[in-house]
């Protein structure tokens, strides 16, 4: 079984992970199912998080929600 895992974070705080995996893994030639997050600073300054998963139905938004504080600087 393959799975890809990736993540970063920028200098302002901002974060992005993804993982892929195959739907069925014993099927070589199974679709991916990705699930992942991003945080941005909203125009209210508040991190907010985003849940997705991208399969074989499209790229889903699982919850978009505020989860931290406002951001000074």
């Known amino acids: 079984m ?3 895992i990736f993540s ?5 705080g901002i974060q992005r992970q993804e993982q892929a995996v ?4 014993k099927d070589p030639d199974s679709p991916l ?3 992942g ?3 941005y600073i909203g125009d209210d300054n508040v991190v ?3 849940e997705y998963i991208a399969d074989r139905n499209g790229y889903n938004i ?12």
């Open 62 to 73: 699982v919850k978009n929600a505020p989860v931290g504080q406002k951001r000074f600087g």
């Open 2 to 4: 393959i799975c890809l």
């Open 48 to 50: 907010y998080k985003v």
């Open 8 to 12: 970063y974070e920028t200098s302002n």
């Open 22 to 25: 195959p739907e069925d893994p």
């Open 37 to 39: 997050f991003y945080t």
């Open 33 to 35: 199912v990705v699930t």
